[in-house]
């Protein structure tokens, strides 16, 4: 059953336990072709997930910005650096530049994003499924699957092709 973007926190936090688990599984005993599977559920997901009829992602959470994102995004808008940051950005607990609000200040009212060529790495590489090693961002995609469909769908097809 795949959850209406209404049910996912619900299904996520039902679902956060178990997924805890295997994902402390699979870190101990990581299977070889990890990244390969990770891979082709990812493809299989995105092949049928039109991310513009939800963007989930930039309504309820917000990218950091590397230096490298700043100075494209900004050099994008015409802005200075620090014209950018002053205007969009704040440091965080983390001392990372993030937005100063969410949902993202760039994303419009079709849900598409006005910087989408220049958009931050963060948001290129969201939810992360496709990731290399991807046994070390767990933690990362036990948050993501209550934000993103794709990203609960990629974990409950996991289970199912990589039983732990």
Not at 2 to 27: G, M, Q, R, S
Not at 107 to 116: G, S, T
């Amino acid at each position: 059953m795949k959850p209406t973007l209404n049910e996912l926190p619900k299904e996520a936090k039902d679902k956060h336990i178990e997924n805890k688990k295997y994902f402390d599984k699979l870190k101990k005993k990581t299977p070889k072709n990890l990244d390969y599977v990770m891979q082709d559920l990812h493809d299989a997901e995105f092949k049928k997930t039109d991310c513009l009829k939800c963007a989930n992602c930039c309504k309820t959470t917000g990218p950091l910005f590397t230096s490298a994102d700043i100075e494209r995004v900004s050099k994008y808008l015409r802005q200075k650096p620090q014209q950018f940051i002053e205007q969009y950005l704040h440091v965080d607990e983390d001392q990372d530049y993030v937005l100063q609000s969410v949902p993202c200040t760039f994303l419009d009212h079709e849900n598409a994003c006005m910087i989408y060529d220049v958009r931050p790495k963060a948001c290129r590489e969201f939810p992360h499924t496709d990731r290399k090693k991807f046994q070390q961002i767990t933690d990362l995609t036990l948050k993501n699957v209550a934000i993103c469909p794709a990203a609960f769908n990629i974990v409950e097809e996991m289970k199912k092709k990589l039983p732990l």
